[in-house]
């Protein structure tokens, strides 16, 4: 298994909108054990295809402590939602920025699993929060850009400090 470099934000790449897997493969599982891995190292609870740097349709989220329910989502489409909440986000590409967005407090999904196999999740609260920021990676939308332009531009600029604080 191996640890994948996680793109930063405002990286371009990460506005790029994945294309649906069309066959899952060994190469599929193998990627998605280095994500598993990569995000369980981070530590994180979500991690995109995006984020690799790679371009297709796929998402790890774990969100429990013990690391041992681990969802992989393959093409997810959301079905149905319901209700709304604001949570506090974070995200592996934008390390140290954490900010509340609005989203569907459930979602039904439809999706395949590694071994390519169409299943159903019905989630809620965290689980529900996670799925969506993920499916947005998928569509090149990072959480910060709900945000308005004047917070974004100090997110930036919080982050471009940073930068030339580390060179
Ligand atoms: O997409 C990502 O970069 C992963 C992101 C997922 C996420 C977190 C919170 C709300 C929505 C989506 C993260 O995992 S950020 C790190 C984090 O939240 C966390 C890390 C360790 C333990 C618990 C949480
Ligand atoms: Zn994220």
Request: proline share 4%; net charge negative.
């Amino acid at each position: 298994m191996a640890i994948l470099k996680i793109l930063q934000y405002p990286d371009e790449r990460l506005h790029t909108v994945a294309a649906p897997v069309t066959e899952v493969t060994g190469k599929t599982r193998t990627l998605i054990q280095n994500m598993a891995e990569t995000m369980y190292a981070a530590p994180g609870i979500g991690l995109a295809a995006t984020q690799v740097d790679v371009h297709e349709r796929i998402i790890v989220i774990d969100i429990s402590e013990t690391h041992d329910q681990l969802h992989t989502l393959i093409n997810p489409e959301i079905i149905a939602h319901h209700g709304a909440l604001e949570y506090e986000e974070g995200c592996l590409s934008v390390p140290g920025i954490y900010g509340k967005v609005k989203r569907a407090e459930s979602v039904t999904i439809s999706a395949l699993n590694a071994e390519g196999k169409p299943f159903t999740l019905e989630a809620s609260g965290l689980l529900a929060i996670c799925i969506q920021h993920e499916m947005d990676h998928l569509e090149g939308k990072v959480f910060v850009e709900y945000w308005s332009a004047f917070k974004l531009s100090r997110v930036l600029a919080k982050i471009k400090k940073r930068q030339r604080s580390a060179m």
